[in-house]
């Protein structure tokens, strides 16, 4: 599993490279940023795109046309969406979501920012999402961008990954760890 998952790694970082790199070039890093972010949306939101995304039974030439009838939908084209041609193309759609938090970590240190991957039971409101980024910053000592997921099996609290350091307040480990402990007494 290690195995798969540095594999999985190695390749996003390397794609996200050239895709911040080329974006650079362009001066568009903010657009494919948000273009990225709006795709991840659509994964996110839609079973069948995971499984297209994740599974190795598509042919290639299958992904091709899904994707380009998707992009065509979401309106999302330009270097992002030539971008997933080609990465459908090369038969690597499954490495899709870690290319494109590669490409935020890559974007976010080119800006002097610190990235953190926060899970939560619930969306964050305008003023929650404030307060944690003023209190990460005083943490890290730089600006800090996060990306929010929403996971309602946490329960309650926050999961924080903030570069080598995980933070996790959730209720979910809360009562785990309270079980444990009850085990052990009784």
């Known amino acids: ?6 594999l999985i790694t190695g390749v996003a970082q390397r794609y996200a490279g050239s895709l911040f790199d080329l974006a650079l070039e362009t001066k568009s890093v903010a657009e494919v940023e948000k273009n990225l972010g709006e795709f991840e949306a659509l994964i996110n939101g839609s079973a069948d795109l995971k499984r297209l995304v994740a599974s190795p039974v598509f042919s290639s030439g299958d992904q091709v046309k899904a994707i380009s009838a998707i992009l065509a939908k979401a309106k999302i084209g330009g270097l992002v969406g ?8 090369n038969r690597r759609l499954f490495a899709v979501p870690a290319m494109i938090q590669s490409f935020r970590q890559i974007a976010s240190a080119q800006r002097g920012e610190v990235s953190a991957d926060v899970t939560s039971a619930h969306a964050l409101t305008a003023a929650q999402q404030t307060e944690l980024k003023a209190t990460l910053k005083s943490v890290a000592g730089k600006d ?16 924080i990954k903030l570069g080598s350091r995980q933070i996790d307040t959730s209720l979910r480990t809360k009562l785990s760890s309270l079980k444990l402990a009850l085990k052990e007494v009784g």
């Open 82 to 89: 030539n971008f997933l041609r080609v990465v459908a193309q």
């Open 1 to 6: 599993m290690a195995e798969t998952s540095s």
């Open 144 to 159: 800090v961008t996060i990306n929010v997921t929403v996971d309602p099996s946490i329960l309650g609290g926050l999961i």
